[in-house]
């Protein structure tokens, strides 16, 4: 919980879909009683501050509005998160499944950030399947924790492919 409170902390903003938007807010949003729920450890709550005080962008089409810290986005994909990108800051964190997917094939992306667990699932989603061009990268960071997992952060290649 450590390595992900400092990487939502280090972000300017964090950017979701819905499924994720919902998700996370369900599970992280500060209740009103202003006390966690009992459910959380002490490892918790430090993530649930940093992300439920975290500025966050939503990505729907479907969602008519949102709160918990949040702005919908709407209109062309590319052209909104290229603005946000160009404002200045330490940047954007994307999380999810789809968003992601739609991000890397518009090319704008700079740095995947993935956390592989000691863990066969067997089932669920396939990351980032649907890709439509191979984009070749470069390991930047890479963190081993007790558990056996393993964090490595990318970036890709120069000359890497940009989707236009």
Do not use: C
Request: proline share 5%; no cysteine.
């Amino acid at each position: 919980m450590n390595y992900w409170t400092d990487a939502i902390g280090r972000a300017d903003a964090l950017l979701f879909g819905r499924v994720t938007y919902e998700m996370m807010e369900s599970a992280w949003r500060r209740p009103v009683t202003d006390t966690w729920p009992d459910w959380m450890s002490e490892w918790d709550i430090p993530f649930a501050e940093t992300i439920d005080r975290a500025k966050k962008y939503v990505v729907s089409s479907t969602l008519g509005k949102v709160d918990w810290n949040a702005e919908l986005l709407s209109g062309d994909l590319r052209q909104t998160v290229q603005q946000l990108k160009e404002e200045p800051g330490e940047g954007l964190y994307v999380g999810g499944v789809t968003l992601p997917l739609a991000l890397a094939n518009l090319g704008l992306i700079d740095e995947y950030e993935f956390v592989v667990q000691p863990v066969l699932a067997g089932h669920g989603p396939t990351l980032l399947a649907g890709l439509r061009e191979q984009i070749q990268l470069e390991l930047v960071h890479r963190q081993e924790f007790r558990s056996g997992a393993v964090a490595m952060r990318y970036r890709p290649t120069p000359g890497s492919a940009r989707f236009e």
